[in-house]
């Protein structure tokens, strides 16, 4: 497993940018596959973005197009850009890790490594 740590949350404005940062430990990091995932009050835990070691993404339906996930794999480091933010975007935000690296997976239980979240907070 790895450590994995969050940071770039806030609040912004509706139709505003932020760009989260999820730092890792662990000399392997550049093989997992990383996910983000959000979760809002009474609400499940959803799928967001993953990418895999080999840089391919993939993105939840409803951030397509206004999200974008990249890694820098020297700095044990994956981002996720957040564009044209809408309140109903609000929520904590989760990185999470899955060591087989290959494979895009959106099911929060195929992860085994998770960080412990940022608030993102959208005002309209």
């Known amino acids: 497993q790895v450590q994995l740590v969050e940071s770039g949350g806030g609040l912004v404005q509706a139709g505003g940018s932020l760009r989260l940062s999820c730092a890792a430990s662990?000399?392997?990091?550049?093989?997992?596959?990383v996910g983000w995932f959000r979760q809002a009050p009474g609400k499940e835990r959803e799928f967001v973005a993953a990418?895999?070691?080999?840089?391919?993404?993939y993105y939840a339906d409803s951030v397509k197009g206004r999200f974008t996930i990249s890694r820098d794999n020297a700095k044990n480091t994956v981002y996720l850009r957040m564009s044209s933010l809408k309140p109903e975007d609000t929520a904590v935000y989760y990185c999470?890790?899955?060591?087989?690296?290959?494979?895009?997976?959106?099911?929060?239980?195929?992860?085994?490594?998770w960080g412990q979240g940022t608030q993102v907070t959208v005002s309209s």
């Open positions: 999470a890790a899955d060591e087989r690296g290959w494979k895009i997976t959106t099911s929060p239980t195929d992860f085994e490594s």
């Open positions: 662990g000399r392997t990091f550049s093989s997992y596959t």
């Open positions: 990418i895999t070691w080999s840089g391919a993404t």
